[in-house]
């Protein structure tokens, strides 16, 4: 496994990053639904991952950074945002729970015309960046977080989220000959939304034992 390979105090903090980043980015949207289109199509497949992937690790890795020269600052500071994170993430954890007893499916119409390249990365850059939720997610809630890492564990942190990312959209984009049948059925988004109502409720305990010490 890639995390064997990893230092024995890194691996847990890539894994955090991993998990909270799936937890945020799995979620029925014009993003997804835009990558799993792309994908059905075999259009652009590969530039529109990587433009997708990349812009969600530039703005982590900004969060990130930013966030921990503000948190270094400001003790006062980083144990608010802790408190404020574990708020959003048990909310966030609640609402998933609340998506799981409703039926819901991700929908993406293969049909219409072909997208030249440009006009690909341009709507994905579309549905990424005049998103606000992606700036609340990957530099306010994912920067906070990783931001009350030490030191060089917060590269770790940076690593695993931004995994995440490149593997959600890639296997959208490169698996979704196989994933629209499975997208499609509300059973299958209910049990995934329990799965991250779970996790996040599990993360914001985690981010309430670390204000408290």
Known sequence: M???ALPSIAWPVFLQGLVLSLGLIVAIGAQNAFVLRQGLRREHVGSVVLFCAAADAVLMMAGVL???Q???????????????????????????????RQSNRLQAAPGGEGLRRGAALAQAAAFTLLNPH???????????IGAQQPGAQRGWFIAGASSASLLWFA???YGARWLAPWFAR?????????LIGVTMLLLSAALVRHALS
């Open 70 to 100: 503000a948190l270094h600052q400001s003790p006062l500071l980083a144990q608010g945002l802790a408190w404020a994170g574990a708020v959003f993430l048990a909310l966030y954890g609640w609402q998933a729970l609340r998506r799981a």
């Open 186 to 194: 509300p059973r299958a988004w209910q049990v995934l939304d329990g």
């Open 66 to 68: 930013g966030m921990a």
């Open 171 to 173: 296997a959208l984009g």
């Open 2 to 4: 890639f995390t064997a």
């Open 134 to 144: 992606v700036y609340l997610d990957t530099v306010l809630l994912v920067g906070s």
